[in-house]
Every structure is written in structure tokens, then in C-alpha cells.
């Protein structure tokens, strides 16, 4: 079905940094399947791993453990404030899921309280209860009638929370960082007045780590640059390094679903649950999240220059979630140009430009997609006087 606009190109290879595509022309890749493959494209322990594990055990039932699932969470719980995990196929089936957990949990214990409070602009995937939670202005007349029950506040705005709690109020739900509405970053005060909030009124505090998670913002998860910890965490894209991987995390306290409230047939298989647990292993060696924050530094820097040269405006982000805002929506035409010349790159809303590079990407590569991109800006843009 025609639901994306896509260019005239089929992509047949890839590795690290890079893709080919049906005619051999190689591209240089900050987008990485939409800040999914954070070891790059066809990563050598992602590859073995799955051929290892396909020739092992590939899915036993949902219904019974499974050694990689058990490993998988045993790391997850280990590296976080949370202590138990369901896994998932997709970051809306974790949000899903996490949405369920905190509804149940309302039903136990607040009176059958069940509104999630979420935020404008942000995005929490597309079921129909994850597009109800999404304040992305383009779902807002789609698909009617919603699922109800999620009002939202602004991002960075206390008191536009504090204004929408009431008796049946369950949980707060937010992006640490905005990704899909620009990288727009909730602030580490924020974050830490949402705690605050959140603990007195006895209501639950969920992020949706599915874009921050797994090392991109320089710390393995992005709640801990506020230091808060929240009740429960959603985790995707990267977790899986390329393949559909999921997971919803929550404390022991909140983790209150008895038998048949939640499944899935595919989920916590062995072949996937593998690849996620080489991907855990390379993000939590010692030193690969610092590299991750100096790259991101290093990206943030040559932008600023291209700012300065050309013009544009504010370079903003974490780790390597960055974006850049072009002033002016020529979004789409910067994003055409760059795929011409060579470069895939994003543009998450018409007037800004988003990187979301491989979290090994290599300084060589930075200065390649700044050279490409400093041509398309010349061609496009006239520098100012
Ligand atoms: C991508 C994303 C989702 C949805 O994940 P899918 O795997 O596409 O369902 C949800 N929340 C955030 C913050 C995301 O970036």
C-alpha cells in the first residue's frame, strides 16, 4: 500500500555507515532505518548471532522461557531503576502494553483511575490508543473515534500538567526528548517537577525511551541525565540494533498484570531477543557511551559552523539525537538534494533537519556529511551577506 511517499530507489547492501543501492550508487547513512541500527547496518556480532541462534532455537511459545529472553531482561533490569520486563515486536506494542499496565494498576489501586496525561507534539506510535496518546497535529482528525482518556499538557510547562490532574488521572506519559516533533528536549527540571508531582499525587511516571533509549543520548537510558527514576520505561527501535525488538519495563511495585492480561505470539522469541542481547553487550562496554557524547559533541560543533556559514538557526540535542533548525521550510528540498548527492538524513518537520547517525559512527564519517551537506546548502541557500 502507497503509505509513504518514497524516492525511485531500492537499497540492496548495506554496512556500517553506508547503503548501496540497485545500481551500486553508495550513500552515506545518518538516519540508520529511522535511529534504529545503532551498530550501523549489518553489524558483524548482530549478523553471527542471528545465524547462530536461527540454527538453535527460534521460537519455543510465549508460554515458555527461553535462555536469550531470560539473559536479555536479566541485563535490562541490572542496567536500570526497573525490575521486570515484557517484551514486544514494536515501540507501539510496548507503549501499548505500558498503557494496559498503568490502566490495571488504576483499576487496583486508584479506583479504576485511567487517564494518561501525554503531551503535545509528542509521539507514541500508531495503534489506535498510541496515535490517541500522540499530540502530533496530523493524527488529530484521523481514525475517529480515538481511544479516550489522554489530555494533553506542554512540554516543559508544570503547571499545564498540575491544571489536567484529577480523580481519575493515572499517569503521566512523555518522550524525553521529543524526537519525531524536532528533538525538542525535556528539561532536567522539568523532569524532576514531574517526579515531584507525580510521587505526591500518587500517579505514575512514564517515559517513552523508545527513540532515547539504549545509549543515543550519551547515558544508556535518557531519564538519567535528570537523575530522576521513573515507574515505568518503554524501550524499541535500537534495543533490536535493525531487528523488530521491543520491550516494556516497570518497577515491582507497578508491575501488577495477572495471567491472560497481556501476550503476544512473538514476543520474547530467542532469535530476536539474542540480537537484542549482543546489542545490549557492545552498548554497556566500558567507553562506548562516552564516545557516543563525544561524537554527538563533535557533530553539534561542524553544524554550528554550517549554522554560522549558511545562516540557518539553533543546533540542538543529546548524544547523537540532533537537529538543526534550517530558519525556513526547505525541510523536504534539503532532504532530496542530500539523497542526490549521496546523503540520507531527516527532516522530522518542514523547517528542521534531524541526525540520527549510527552511535559508532565514525569522525571521518561527521566530516563527510558535513562537506555533502555544506554543497547542498550552497546550492540551495545563498550564504548571507
Ligand atoms: C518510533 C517511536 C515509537 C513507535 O515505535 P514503532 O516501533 O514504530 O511502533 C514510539 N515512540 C517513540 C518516541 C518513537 O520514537
Redesign the pocket.
Given at each position: 500500500m502507497d503509505v509513504t511517499a518514497r524516492p525511485p530507489i531500492i537499497f540492496k547492501r548495506g554496512s556500517g555507515s553506508y547503503l548501496w543501492d540497485q545500481d551500486g550508487k553508495k550513500y552515506l547513512d545518518f538516519v540508520q532505518g529511522?535511529?534504529v541500527n545503532c551498530l550501523g547496518h549489518c553489524p558483524a556480532n548482530v549478523a553471527k548471532v542471528i545465524s547462530e541462534q536461527s540454527r538453535e532455537l527460534i521460537t519455543p511459545s510465549p508460554a515458555f522461557f527461553n535462555e536469550p529472553s531470560i539473559q536479555l531482561a536479566r541485563i535490562l533490569v541490572e542496567n536500570s531503576c526497573l525490575q521486570r520486563v515484557f517484551f514486544a515486536n514494536?515501540?507501539?506494542?510496548a507503549?501499548e502494553g505500558a498503557i494496559k499496565l498503568t490502566r490495571k494498576w488504576g483499576e487496583l489501586n486508584k479506583n479504576g483511575a485511567y487517564e494518561i496525561i501525554t503531551f503535545v507534539d509528542g509521539?507514541?506510535?500508531?495503534t489506535l490508543a498510541?496515535m490517541s496518546a500522540s499530540g502530533k497535529p496530523h493524527f488529530e482528525k484521523l481514525f475517529e473515534p480515538k481511544v479516550e482518556g489522554f489530555p494533553k499538557a506542554k512540554l516543559n510547562d508544570i503547571k499545564s500538567v498540575a491544571a489536567l490532574i484529577t480523580p481519575n488521572t493515572v499517569a503521566v506519559m512523555l518522550?524525553p526528548v521529543q524526537?519525531?516533533a524536532g528533538v525538542r528536549i525535556a528539561e532536567n527540571s522539568f523532569l524532576q517537577e514531574l517526579q515531584q508531582l507525580t510521587r505526591n499525587k500518587n500517579i505514575l511516571l512514564i517515559l517513552?525511551e523508545?527513540?532515547?533509549g539504549v545509549g543515543r543520548t550519551g547515558t544508556l537510558w535518557g531519564y538519567q541525565h535528570s537523575g530522576i527514576t521513573p515507574d515505568i520505561i518503554?524501550l524499541?527501535?535500537m534495543l533490536g540494533g535493525g531487528v523488530p525488538l521491543?520491550a516494556l519495563l516497570a518497577t515491582e511495585r507497578v508491575s501488577c498484570f495477572e495471567h491472560g492480561d497481556q501476550g503476544g505470539t512473538f514476543n520474547g522469541n530467542p532469535l530476536m531477543t539474542a540480537v537484542g542481547r549482543a546489542v545490549m553487550e557492545s552498548v554497556v562496554k566500558p567507553g562506548f557511551l562516552q564516545n557516543v557524547s563525544v561524537l554527538g559533541g563533535y557533530i553539534t560543533k561542524r553544524l554550528s559552523e554550517l549554522s554560522v556559514r549558511f545562516g540557518l538557526g539553533e543546533v540542538r540535542g543529546r548524544g547523537l539525537l540532533i537537529a538543526l533548525d534550517l530558519n525556513r521550510s526547505i525541510g523536504s528540498k534539503i532532504v532530496e538534494e542530500s539523497l542526490v548527492s549521496g546523503l540520507i538524513i531527516n527532516a522530522p518537520r518542514p523547517d528542521i533537519l534531524r541526525f540520527m547517525p549510527a552511535l559508532n559512527v565514525e569522525t571521518s564519517e561527521v566530516d563527510e556529511m558535513v562537506e555533502i551537506l555544506g554543497d547542498v546548502f550552497a546550492r540551495i541557500l545563498a550564504p548571507p551577506d
Amino acid at each position: 500500500m502507497d503509505v509513504t511517499a518514497r524516492p525511485p530507489i531500492i537499497f540492496k547492501r548495506g554496512s556500517g555507515s553506508y547503503l548501496w543501492d540497485q545500481d551500486g550508487k553508495k550513500y552515506l547513512d545518518f538516519v540508520q532505518g529511522w535511529a534504529v541500527n545503532c551498530l550501523g547496518h549489518c553489524p558483524a556480532n548482530v549478523a553471527k548471532v542471528i545465524s547462530e541462534q536461527s540454527r538453535e532455537l527460534i521460537t519455543p511459545s510465549p508460554a515458555f522461557f527461553n535462555e536469550p529472553s531470560i539473559q536479555l531482561a536479566r541485563i535490562l533490569v541490572e542496567n536500570s531503576c526497573l525490575q521486570r520486563v515484557f517484551f514486544a515486536n514494536s515501540g507501539a506494542e510496548a507503549n501499548e502494553g505500558a498503557i494496559k499496565l498503568t490502566r490495571k494498576w488504576g483499576e487496583l489501586n486508584k479506583n479504576g483511575a485511567y487517564e494518561i496525561i501525554t503531551f503535545v507534539d509528542g509521539f507514541h506510535g500508531r495503534t489506535l490508543a498510541t496515535m490517541s496518546a500522540s499530540g502530533k497535529p496530523h493524527f488529530e482528525k484521523l481514525f475517529e473515534p480515538k481511544v479516550e482518556g489522554f489530555p494533553k499538557a506542554k512540554l516543559n510547562d508544570i503547571k499545564s500538567v498540575a491544571a489536567l490532574i484529577t480523580p481519575n488521572t493515572v499517569a503521566v506519559m512523555l518522550e524525553p526528548v521529543q524526537g519525531e516533533a524536532g528533538v525538542r528536549i525535556a528539561e532536567n527540571s522539568f523532569l524532576q517537577e514531574l517526579q515531584q508531582l507525580t510521587r505526591n499525587k500518587n500517579i505514575l511516571l512514564i517515559l517513552d525511551e523508545i527513540q532515547t533509549g539504549v545509549g543515543r543520548t550519551g547515558t544508556l537510558w535518557g531519564y538519567q541525565h535528570s537523575g530522576i527514576t521513573p515507574d515505568i520505561i518503554t524501550l524499541g527501535k535500537m534495543l533490536g540494533g535493525g531487528v523488530p525488538l521491543a520491550a516494556l519495563l516497570a518497577t515491582e511495585r507497578v508491575s501488577c498484570f495477572e495471567h491472560g492480561d497481556q501476550g503476544g505470539t512473538f514476543n520474547g522469541n530467542p532469535l530476536m531477543t539474542a540480537v537484542g542481547r549482543a546489542v545490549m553487550e557492545s552498548v554497556v562496554k566500558p567507553g562506548f557511551l562516552q564516545n557516543v557524547s563525544v561524537l554527538g559533541g563533535y557533530i553539534t560543533k561542524r553544524l554550528s559552523e554550517l549554522s554560522v556559514r549558511f545562516g540557518l538557526g539553533e543546533v540542538r540535542g543529546r548524544g547523537l539525537l540532533i537537529a538543526l533548525d534550517l530558519n525556513r521550510s526547505i525541510g523536504s528540498k534539503i532532504v532530496e538534494e542530500s539523497l542526490v548527492s549521496g546523503l540520507i538524513i531527516n527532516a522530522p518537520r518542514p523547517d528542521i533537519l534531524r541526525f540520527m547517525p549510527a552511535l559508532n559512527v565514525e569522525t571521518s564519517e561527521v566530516d563527510e556529511m558535513v562537506e555533502i551537506l555544506g554543497d547542498v546548502f550552497a546550492r540551495i541557500l545563498a550564504p548571507p551577506d
